[in-house]
Nanobody, 116 residues
């Protein structure tokens, strides 16, 4: 059974930092592209960042220079380091694992709230 469990969310002041983790089990982790998405209240879910099996990263413009996605294949974990957080980063953050062909797996999400 495949499971993705996110952790590391919480309440942080503007300008602060958080590190999200997504731990996978029951899966050949190394062959999947890892991704972080977010969904703010009243908005559609949007892609934030991805990291391929080869370590190539990609980001949406609004987080470039502030967020960093990484992965540890030995620990089957994808990370999202978020710095210089802004109120508009407030959302539920979801991780997913996407193969080249086949099923995409999602975690249940972790809340990130940026507020003073």
């Amino acid at each position: 059974q495949v499971q993705l469990v996110e952790s590391g969310g919480g309440l942080v002041q503007p300008g602060g930092s958080l590190r999200l983790s997504c731990a996978a089990s029951g899966i050949i982790f190394s062959i999947y592209t890892g991704g972080w998405y977010r969904q703010a209240p009243g908005k559609e879910r949007e892609l934030v960042a991805t990291v391929t099996s080869g370590g190539i990263t990609n980001y949406i413009d609004s987080v470039k220079g502030r967020f960093a996605i990484s992965r540890d294949n030995a620990k089957k974990t994808v990370y999202l380091q978020m710095n210089s957080l802004k109120p508009e980063d407030t959302a539920v953050y979801y991780c997913n694992l996407r193969p080249q062909v086949g099923i995409v797996y999602w975690g249940k999400g972790t809340q990130v709230t940026v507020s003073s």
